[in-house]
Nanobody, 116 residues
């Protein structure tokens, strides 16, 4: 079992930056491939970024590429999402997810609102 808690969301003006954090409980965090997803009102949850268990491999949705950076610190059981040059269309609830073998574990989400 892995429990995830996101933080760092808030209200920011377009062009600004935020850094989201997701802290995991348990000793198995380093076995998780971690990802960030987001869900805007009235829309389906969508993929944002993912990072391998070692941090050596990352992948981004086209909509955030070159603006967002995913990273992790396995010693702190934490994955980060640095979000720069934010746009109003980035407004959503952001969720982190651990993928471990065939299991998925989700956090409760953190709200990001970007004003124009």
């Amino acid at each position: 079992q892995v429990q995830l808690v996101e933080s760092g969301g808030g209200l920011v003006q377009a062009g600004g930056s935020l850094r989201l954090s997701c802290v995991a409980s348990g000793r198995t965090f380093s076995s998780c491939a971690m990802g960030w997803f987001r869900q805007a009102p009235g829309k389906e949850r969508e993929f944002v970024a993912t990072i391998s268990w070692s941090g050596g491999s990352t992948y981004y949705a086209d909509s955030v590429k070159a603006r967002f950076t995913i990273s992790r610190d396995n010693a702190k059981n934490t994955v980060y999402l640095q979000m720069n040059r934010l746009k109003p269309e980035d407004t959503a609830v952001y969720y982190c997810r651990c993928t471990m073998l065939t299991m998925f574990y989700w956090g409760q989400g953190t709200q990001v609102t970007v004003s124009s």
